[in-house]
């Protein structure tokens, strides 16, 4: 039979997995937001500025 300190063990090292699981998978969405974000301001930028601009920017950074 279990005492209550091996069953207290058990399920302290279960939820530290589980922690740890969550904390990875919020650290790898912060990352892809961020990504996200950079590409919204780039979108936001080129429908300020009208197609053309952004027509012309797009070449500039591609070299053509």
Same mark, same amino acid.
Request: with cysteine.
């Given at each position: 039979m279990?005492t209550?300190?091996?069953?207290l063990?058990?399920? &302290?090292?279960?939820? /530290? &997995?589980? !922690?740890?699981?969550?904390?990875?998978?919020l650290?790898?969405?912060?990352?892809?937001?961020?990504?996200i &974000? !950079? /590409?919204l !301001?780039?979108?936001?930028?080129c429908v300020?500025?009208?197609?053309?601009?952004?027509? &012309?920017?797009?070449?500039k950074?591609?070299? /053509?």
């Amino acid at each position: 039979m279990e005492t209550v300190e091996t069953k207290l063990a058990v399920h &302290e090292a279960v939820c /530290l &997995e589980r !922690y740890n699981s969550i904390d990875r998978s919020l650290r790898d969405g912060d990352r892809r937001m961020t990504k996200i &974000e !950079y /590409l919204l !301001y780039g979108v936001i930028v080129c429908v300020l500025f009208g197609p053309g601009v952004a027509g &012309e920017l797009v070449k500039k950074i591609l070299g /053509l």
